[in-house]
């Protein structure tokens, strides 16, 4: 096989080499946040009106929809589940291994590679280790692919999740259903003409919409290919390849040579989120809230919060006076606002009652956020942000922020992945199947069939 992008993936996916052992633990923190934020996603209204119509038509088969407690078919289960997972922007962001990249921009890793693990696996029965395999896989396929493709991609209005997010339940599932080589490059052929979604649609039920679509396009691309649904061979690659018709090209020094090589899982990481939020205003949040501790303030003792940041995290969190919660997601008033107001900014204040909330609006005003010339200068490896929080008695407090909780500079405690679980299970599952469910995906490389935990999920 000659040296390309596409030859790069088909190695790497048909390997059957197993992930090392510090691979695989750390694959484990990240499939418990990825099944937690599909738990409490599925109480959300687009996923609650996804199954509504799919389930006016439904589809007999396998696949487990999480929080519904009914069965369709693969490509279906995914596309729910994947939804669900990214419906609170609660999970993990990739990080960038270099300058040049965005950090924290690049994809969300888990969710697409999941969904499809989780489908496809429910369809053949997969043992925990295979299971553990193909998420490894899809996650680590993602994470190259996003960051070899030119910035561009992203600057351009693409969202990575949505495009690149597909190839990852193509890898997985591709993994799982035992492909050739052939209908490897078919299926991944298949999925790069499936390939979507644009950033327009942050702060609406579609962005989403977009980890389900890629889920989903994944799954269906890899059964298509192996039923000999036939496409190019070499879709990455070329003029009219992939990476060059929707990311002007990519840098190939980024995957030749370098999948698995280390893993992105453990180098450069992925960030797993405290806030369900756009993880750019996150460490603006988290110095905030040090803040607001350590001086013990409430919305009276403030008279103005300044946030100084580049347009890498100014632009994307557009919304200065959200009306609902999906924009405030993707606003740093809001999420500033909300560490004043409750000194936290979980599930349970982003709903539209907290948004439109009279003491919400009240600190919403008096947040001003401000384009710094010399922040914007320093790149966009990192989310660099100063908070200035000015205060009635005329003292000024300011701080630079840049590295969020749940990074690698700032690993999160086993009890605050364990928390964040519970957190987002208590909206489907009582106490006893959530304690159940963590400890079973804790050990999930011990399961004999997958589906032994996928059953807990449809009580």
């Known amino acids: ?13 048909l390997d059957e080499t197993p992930a090392p052992k510090h691979v695989k633990r750390k694959a484990v923190e990240h499939m418990a946040d990825g099944f937690a934020v599909m738990l409490a996603g599925s109480r959300t209204d687009c996923s609650k009106k996804l199954v509504d119509l799919l389930t006016k038509y439904r589809r007999s088969g396998s696949s487990t929809l999480i929080g519904f407690g009914v069965k369709s078919c693969p490509w279906d289960g995914a596309l729910v589940n994947a939804t669900s997972g990214h419906a609170d922007d609660y999970d993990d962001t990739q990080l960038s ?6 950090y924290g921009l690049l994809t969300h890793p888990t969710v697409p590679a999941l969904a499809a693990s989780l489908a496809v696996g429910e369809e053949v029965g997969c043992s925990g280790t295979d299971f553990a395999e193909a998420f490894i896989t899809g996650f680590e396929v993602e994470c190259k692919l996003a960051e070899a493709i030119s910035p561009e991609h992203y600057k351009r209005g693409f969202h990575t999740t949505g495009t690149i997010g597909a190839f990852a339940a193509c890898a997985a599932s591709s993994k799982l259903l035992r492909l050739g080589e052939e209908e490897l490059r078919y299926a991944l052929g298949l999925t790069a003409s499936m390939s979507s979604g644009i950033r327009v649609n942050f702060g609406t039920m579609t962005k989403p919409l977009h980890a389900g679509r890629a889920a989903s396009n994944g799954v269906i691309a890899s059964m298509l290919a192996e039923r000999g649904f036939t496409s190019d061979l070499n879709s990455l690659d070329g003029q009219w390849g992939f990476m060059r018709v929707l990311g002007e090209g990519c840098d190939t020094g980024k995957i030749l040579g370098k999948m698995g090589n280390p893993y992105a899982l453990v180098y450069p990481g992925a960030s797993v989120k405290m806030y369900p939020c756009g993880s750019l205003g996150q460490p603006s949040m988290d110095t905030l809230l040090e803040i607001v501790r350590e001086e013990d303030l409430r919305v009276d003792d403030i008279a103005q919060i300044r946030l100084r940041a580049g347009p890498n995290i100014l632009e994307p969190l557009r919304y200065k006076r959200p009306v609902n919660e999906l924009q405030a997601k993707f606003s740093l008033q809001f999420g500033l606002a909300s560490m004043v107001v409750r000194r936290k900014a979980g599930l349970r204040e982003y709903t539209d009652e907290f948004v439109r909330s009279p003491e919400v609006k009240e600190m919403m005003e008096k947040v001003e956020t401000l ?25 000024v407090i300011r701080r630079l922020a840049d590295i969020a909780r749940g990074t690698p500079e700032k690993p999160l405690k086993e009890a605050e992945v364990h928390e964040k679980f519970r957190e987002c299970a208590s909206f489907v599952l009582n106490q006893e ?25 449809a009580q």
């Open 371 to 395: 384009l710094d010339t010399e922040l914007a200068a320093m790149g966009v490896d990192k989310m660099r942000s100063v908070v200035e929080v000015e205060l009635l008695d005329g003292r």
């Open 433 to 457: 199947i959530t304690e159940k469910a963590y400890v079973t995906i804790k050990d999930i490389q011990g399961l004999s069939d997958i589906r032994k935990l996928t059953s807990l999920f």
């Open 97 to 102: 291994a270099s300058p040049d990249r965005i």
């Open 1 to 13: 096989m000659s040296s390309s992008i596409t030859t790069e993936v088909v190695r790497f996916v």
